[in-house]
C-alpha cells in the first residue's frame, strides 16, 4: 500500500512540474510581440549617413567566357633557396641514423630437431606441460625448461613457443 502511495505522489509531483513547464513555455510566447521601430524617429537629419565601406567592383568575372581563355601572367619573383626547418631536421637525423644504425644482423642458421606437439596437460603445482614428440622421444615438457638447448617458452592449446640460441619458432599442433 505504501508504494501505492508513493507512486500517486511522484505522478502528481511529475505532473506539477510538466505542467509549469508548458505554462512558462506558452506564457513567455504570449508576452513576445514584435516591437515596430519607427525608422523616422532614428535619424534627426536628412543628410545620408555615410559608414565608411564601400563595394569595390572593378574586378574581372570569372564566368564570363571572354575570361576563360586568359592565363594569369607568371611572377617575376625569385623562389625560395634555403630549405625549410623540417627539412633540415629531416636530413639530419637520416645521416646520425646511417651513421649509429648497426651492422644488419645474419640469421643464424639454427637447425631445429624434429618436434611435433600433440597437447598440454596440467601439472601438479598449477602449472601446464606440453606433450611434445621430440626426435622420436615423447616427453612431458614444462613451460621455461630447456631441453637440448631448447626452451619452451609459452604453451597454447594449439600451439607451442619455443627458442633456441636467440632463434624464436612456434609449432601448431599435430
Known amino acids: ?3 501505492f502511495k508513493s507512486k500517486w505522489l511522484l505522478l502528481t509531483v511529475c505532473l506539477l ?5 508548458i505554462y512558462s513555455a506558452i506564457g513567455e510566447k504570449n508576452e513576445r510581440k514584435p516591437s515596430t521601430i519607427n525608422h523616422h524617429h532614428l535619424l ?3 543628410e545620408p549617413v555615410d559608414s565608411g565601406f564601400q563595394l569595390v567592383l572593378n574586378y574581372d568575372d570569372p564566368f564570363l567566357s571572354s575570361n576563360l581563355g586568359k592565363k594569369k601572367e607568371k611572377s617575376t619573383t625569385k623562389k625560395r633557396t634555403h630549405r625549410s626547418n623540417f ?3 629531416r636530413t639530419t637525423m637520416q645521416s646520425r641514423i646511417a651513421k649509429n644504425k648497426p651492422e644488419s644482423k645474419k640469421k643464424k642458421n639454427i637447425v631445429f630437431p624434429s618436434i611435433t606437439y ?3 596437460v596440467k601439472i601438479s603445482g598449477g602449472g601446464q606441460a606440453a606433450v611434445v614428440n621430440l626426435d622420436g622421444q615423447i616427453i612431458n615438457w614444462p613451460s621455461g625448461k630447456i631441453n637440448e638447448d631448447i626452451r619452451l617458452r609459452k604453451i597454447w592449446r594449439d600451439s ?3 627458442e633456441k640460441g636467440g632463434v624464436k619458432k612456434t609449432i601448431v599442433l599435430q
Do not use: C
Open 118 to 120: 600433440h597437447g598440454n
Open 17 to 21: 512540474v510538466w505542467g509549469g513547464v
Open 1 to 3: 500500500m505504501k508504494i
Open 44 to 46: 534627426d537629419t536628412d
Open 87 to 89: 627539412e633540415v631536421s
Open 160 to 162: 607451442i613457443s619455443i
